[in-house]
């Protein structure tokens, strides 16, 4: 049987586009996936991860509104810093993850895993790269 030939271009590219799972880390809780050629960092469903400008290192200023847009990556309580990984005490009393000492966040419009409509916006936010 031969298969129609847009349908194996189809295949071929659908396997390009997508990204690829590289490495897990905190137990599968974020993952580093190639996207584009770059190593960027995903929650567990393949959502990618974003940084902040306006944070500083270890210290999260992403609240309210802010926080309503780009979600933060919350740990939960008993999870540990492991490796580059790190955890930030935000003053809202939640803890969230980070990366290097940048807290890390999901952008409310990236709606599919490998989406990175965020980095950019506002020219204060950026993926999170491995």
Known sequence: ???????VLA?????????????DYLG???????IGGKSVLTGAGGLTL???????SGVSNCYDDCAEKWPP?????????????TIVDRTDGTKIWAYK??????WVDDKAAGDIT?????????LAIE
Not at 1 to 7: F, G, H, I
Not at 28 to 34: F, I, L, M, Q, T
Not at 50 to 56: A, C, M, Q, V
Not at 101 to 106: R, V
Request: proline fraction near 5%.
């Open 1 to 7: 049987m031969r298969m129609p030939k847009t349908l």
């Open 11 to 23: 295949s071929i590219l659908a396997l390009i586009a997508a990204p690829s799972f590289a490495t």
């Open 28 to 34: 599968g809780a974020v993952k580093s996936v190639d």
């Open 50 to 56: 974003y940084t902040f400008d306006k944070d500083t």
């Open 73 to 85: 990556l919350f740990a939960n309580d008993g999870d540990a810093a492991e490796g580059d990984f």
């Open 101 to 106: 000492g940048a807290p890390l966040y999901y």
């Open 118 to 126: 965020g980095d950019g916006v506002g020219g204060v936010w950026h």
